[in-house]
Structure formats: structure tokens, C-alpha cells
């Protein structure tokens, strides 16, 4: 919901919290997870309905797998 209230212009859709609960998971720590999902929301464009089968590959391939693990060595780099 927080991010509705920074961009009206999205708003909220389907699936935002399935994409902000392993970054929330790994980072333990509401503020960063939240500059974390607004990096992804500004980085990412959205070919896919949330009823398109495709979808959940598409995150575990381009989100999960990819971008987690980068950002996690980044916050234990800036927490050292």
C-alpha cells in the first residue's frame, strides 16, 4: 500500500506483494525493502497479466534468481 501512495499512477495491482515478500524475506528491514521494490517497479516493464501462466516463471528466472542475490550482497556490502 505504500507504494500505491508514492505512485498513484500505478497504484496497487495483483501480484505486487508476491514480488515484495522475498525481497521483505532476505532484507528483514521495511525501509530498504521499500527503496528495493520502488529500484524494481522504476526497472521493470510488465508484459504479462496476472492470469498469464507465464508470469510466475518470469519472476522466479528475472526476479528471484537474478536480482535477489545481487541486491542482498549489496546490503551486506553497505552494512559492513
Not at 508476491?18 to 522504476?42: H, K, R, Y
Not at 545481487?70 to 551486506?76: A, S
Amino acid at each position: 500500500m505504500n507504494y500505491a501512495a508514492y505512485c498513484p499512477t500505478m497504484g496497487y495491482n495483483q501480484g505486487m506483494s508476491d514480488l515484495l515478500a522475498p525481497i521483505l524475506t532476505l532484507i528483514q528491514n521495511e525501509s530498504d525493502t521499500f527503496w528495493c521494490f520502488v529500484g524494481l517497479m522504476n526497472r521493470t516493464i510488465f508484459i504479462s497479466t496476472p492470469t498469464d501462466d507465464v508470469m510466475e516463471k518470469q519472476l522466479v528466472n528475472n526476479f528471484i534468481i537474478k536480482e535477489i542475490s545481487h541486491m542482498f550482497f549489496f546490503f551486506v556490502e553497505i552494512s559492513s
